[in-house]
């Protein structure tokens, strides 16, 4: 039985359940506006209506059963303890190669590269390293919900930059004059969850040029790293020298190979931010799975296994977008990551929160109501669709969406 402890005694969860109520000040929320992720929440009204879920970002496929097959063998043969604090070495080093031959720029496996377990960890523990008490962090909203939470657990002040749709572009003039003595840190996202915008060269260069100056500290979540659209080019900051010499890199094995519940990622940083995160992440996680990192490095010696990502997941948004063309639903172009955004202001005027919810419930269908990703109410009839799934859960998903009226 769980015992918990009050301010001098012991006592069992009954009895604390009991006199709960009355000890309102034992426990003062550190986050007191924060309640369950909308991707839980979404996630269970979906089970509970029977809903398809197109809200929480998964796929519904299966990852490769050759990789699955590295993980069974790496366990069959006895990699089941843990892993070192940073990751085996194998894997490091695969994920060196890849980020050279990619963005063309050295990141040592010994000292610049970690393994975590998932990208929200790896945010988590990028912030806590570095954000004190009183420190600012500059982030975009729409913003992934898990960055400001972080800030706030750490005594950091998090300062909002709102981007507007429907291009969400930054304005990097307002965020110069944003930028304060205390500003310690900017978190950025491209490819962009929810929105499914990216950054471009010429906003990583503008972002270069305001920070050039300071000792602010970026993070930049490339999570979606290998699904960008169109012929577009990632521009990881891993390429902007000036950038990279300040950044906590995180990417997702997650996102790249199917299997989110396996809770793999990594983070890359020049050795002195590095040797901060691992201050942290030591006490926060210690170490990531050891079975699946040993399949990972294997996996990763073909590149094609993160190459083909980007084609097979434009198919899937091309087949997605196709079959609601003529939908009273709008489609906001996506360049990356697996979301789409659909404006509904045709069909109603209710909330977002109020729409996905209803579209849940009565069409059986689930989706993100942008509006969470914002710190103020603002609702711009929004809702964003995961289209990571197979054609024929897209193909259902459509035709409710088609009688959407
Ligand atoms: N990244 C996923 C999404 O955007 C959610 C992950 C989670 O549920 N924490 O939907």
């Not at 304060?180 to 060269?201: D, F, S, V, Y």
């Not at 979606?224 to 521009?235: C, L, R, S, V």
């Not at 996905?356 to 711009?380: C, G, M």
């Amino acid at each position: 039985m769980t015992i918990y402890i009050t301010k001098n005694r012991f006592i069992t969860f009954a009895v604390f359940q009991k006199y709960m109520p009355e000890y309102p000040s034992l426990i003062k929320s550190k986050l007191p506006k924060v309640g369950t992720t909308i991707f839980t929440v979404m996630s269970q009204l979906a089970n509970e209506n029977n809903a398809i879920n197109l809200s929480q970002g998964f796929p519904d496929f299966e990852s490769s059963p050759e990789l699955i097959g590295l993980v069974n063998e790496a366990m069959k043969n006895g990699h089941n303890q843990y892993a070192p604090m940073a990751g085996i070495l194998p894997l490091r080093e695969e994920i060196a190669k890849k980020t050279a031959n990619l963005y063309g720029v050295d990141y040592h496996p010994e000292s610049e590269i970690t393994i975590t377990a998932g990208g929200t960890q790896a945010i988590y523990t990028a912030i806590a390293a570095i954000i004190t008490e009183g420190d600012e962090v500059i982030i975009f909203t729409p913003a992934y919900d898990c960055y400001a939470p972080a800030i706030e657990l750490n005594g950091g002040k998090t300062v909002f930059v709102q981007m507007v749709a429907p291009e969400f572009k930054i304005n990097w003039n307002q965020v110069k004059k944003l930028i304060t003595q205390h500003t310690k840190m900017i978190i950025i996202n491209t490819p962009h969850n929810p929105t499914g915008t990216i950054l471009k060269e010429e906003d990583m260069l503008a972002l270069e040029k305001i920070i050039s100056n300071t000792d602010i500290v970026l993070i930049s979540d490339e999570v979606y790293e290998h699904i960008i659209f169109d012929e577009n080019q990632h521009q990881s900051v891993a390429k902007f020298p000036g950038l990279a010499e300040r950044s906590f890199i995180i990417s997702s094995f997650g996102k790249t190979f199917h299997n989110t519940g396996w809770k793999m990622g990594y983070c890359l940083a020049p050795k002195n931010l590095m040797v901060e995160f691992r201050k942290a992440h030591q006490f926060i996680v210690f170490s990531a799975n050891t079975p699946i990192q040993y399949a990972l490095a294997e996996y990763l010696k073909n590149e094609n296994n993160y190459l083909s990502l980007a084609s097979f997941y434009q198919h899937k948004r091309d087949y997605f977008v196709n079959l609601i063309k003529d939908s009273r639903f709008e489609v906001l172009p996506s360049s990356g990551t697996y979301f789409q955004l659909l404006s509904y202001s045709k069909i109603t005027n209710k909330s977002d929160k109020d729409f996905a919810i209803e579209l849940t419930k009565k069409h059986k269908i689930a989706s993100i109501p942008v509006s969470v990703f914002y710190h103020k109410n603002i609702d711009e009839k929004l809702l964003r669709f995961c289209f990571a799934k197979k054609e024929e859960t897209l193909e259902r998903a459509a035709e409710i969406l088609n009688k959407v009226v």
